[in-house]
């Protein structure tokens, strides 16, 4: 008669240790890439509670534009994908599920940051996504070798310095419906009236054009010839 009871107490005790480990993360701020040994792509992760205002308003791609910039960027098992402004994360989880990449997602807006990481455990990819909730500005793309973008022209406009100084020759950039009128595609691709994706593959430093109004301290834009 005594065994039911121990093993009654020891699931309560196992449940007690998951529970503390559980808060004790939460508390901490732990996250799967700090367990899992992977870079932290932003020096700030805001906490749940911190105030915020989005530059560009939440619109989802949809599931077939999703896939199709995927296939456009050539997404594949090497690749580590970022998406600034995940929404609810599917581009992340997309590239993970279909194509065995490695994604990180950044948004801030709570909620959405919640639904990224279940619907990424309804997918069962949580050991190749991570979601953070951060400002896109304070991202460092270098780990980054494609960067998928949802984003408004001034907004695009503003991380051209960043994606210049960050991304490497070879890296790609794919794009839902802007983009085209500051940085001209390799190539664009029309689905249905809503829809086109630009995608550019970075050549190198010099590929990347500086916004006009940039205060940046990179060199000038010299152009391809260095003049
Ligand atoms: C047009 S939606 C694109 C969502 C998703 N990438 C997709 O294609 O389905 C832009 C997203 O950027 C997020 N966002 C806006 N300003 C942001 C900022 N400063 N930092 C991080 N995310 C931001 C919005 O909350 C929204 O989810």
């Known amino acids: 008669m005594t065994r039911p009871c121990r093993s ?13 480990l559980t808060l004790a993360a939460a508390i901490g701020g732990c996250t799967a890439d700090q367990e899992a040994n992977r870079p932290m792509p932003v020096d700030s992760v805001y906490s749940p509670g911190t105030p915020y205002t989005t530059d560009v308003p939440y619109v989802a791609t949809p599931q077939k534009v999703v896939e199709r910039m995927l296939e456009m960027a050539d ?21 993970a599920q279909q194509y065995g990449a490695r994604g990180v997602g950044i948004e801030i807006v709570p909620e959405l940051v ?14 190749r996504v991570d979601f953070y909730r951060a400002n896109l500005f304070d991202t460092d793309l270098s ?36 983009g085209d009128t500051i940085w001209p595609p390799d190539r664009s691709e029309r689905l249905g009236p809503d829809h086109v994706i630009h995608l550019w593959t970075i050549r190198d430093s010099t590929s990347v054009p500086l916004p006009p109004t940039s205060t940046s301290t990179d060199e000038p834009d010299t152009g391809p010839s260095g003049r």
């Open 143 to 178: 780990e980054a070798t494609v960067l998928s973008i949802y984003l408004l022209p001034e907004v695009i406009d503003k991380l051209l310095p960043k994606i210049r100084r960050e991304m490497d020759p070879g890296d790609r950039v794919v794009s839902h419906n802007y």
């Open 8 to 20: 009654r107490s020891a699931i309560s005790a196992l449940a007690l240790a998951a529970f503390l």
């Open 75 to 95: 997404v594949g098992e090497d690749d580590v994908v970022y998406d600034l402004g995940s929404g609810d994360g599917r581009m992340v989880i997309t590239a």
């Open 114 to 127: 919640e639904q990224s990481r279940s619907y990424a455990r309804l997918a069962g990819v949580t050991d």
